[in-house]
């Protein structure tokens, strides 16, 4: 699927390995954006050439996510963290790159960085 495809299809939020196509499955650790895009029309070319960038300046793997807060709809490039602490690790991250949550693989349910 293409991400407008898949952005069009999952109005309440996916995360997507761009690489395959498919939904990531991830059961364990966290999600943590490195980029804020939010736009009632997305525009899909410039977030996957943003993608393409950050996976390889970050040299790790990177995902697409989306998800909806309240009026506004979210289209980021996110990173999954799973190690020992990864929890501190995602939140550090967060921090870092002025996110508002993080992302929990295990509960699906987002947690609010702490101020």
């Given amino acids: 699927?293409?991400?407008?495809?898949?952005?069009?299809?999952?109005?309440?939020?996916?995360?997507?390995?761009l690489e395959?196509?498919?939904?990531?499955?991830?059961?364990s650790g966290y999600y943590v954006s490195l980029t804020n895009y939010c736009d009632a029309k997305p525009n899909f070319?410039?977030?996957?050439k943003a993608y393409c960038l950050f996976s390889k300046v970050c040299g790790r793997k990177c995902y697409i996510g989306g998800w909806k807060d309240g009026e506004?709809?979210?289209?980021?490039?996110?990173?999954?963290?799973?190690?020992?602490?990864?929890?501190?690790v995602a939140f550090c991250i967060a921090d870092q790159f002025n996110q508002k949550a993080i992302f929990d693989?295990?509960?699906?349910?987002?947690i609010n960085v702490p101020v």
């Fill in 20 to 27: 395959t196509g498919l939904m990531a499955k991830h059961e």
């Fill in 45 to 48: 070319d410039a977030i996957t």
């Fill in 1 to 17: 699927m293409t991400l407008k495809e898949v952005y069009q299809a999952n109005p309440n939020g996916f995360t997507l390995d």
């Fill in 105 to 110: 693989c295990k509960t699906k349910l987002s």
């Fill in 72 to 88: 506004n709809y979210y289209i980021d490039i996110s990173i999954h963290i799973d190690c020992p602490s990864s929890k501190i």
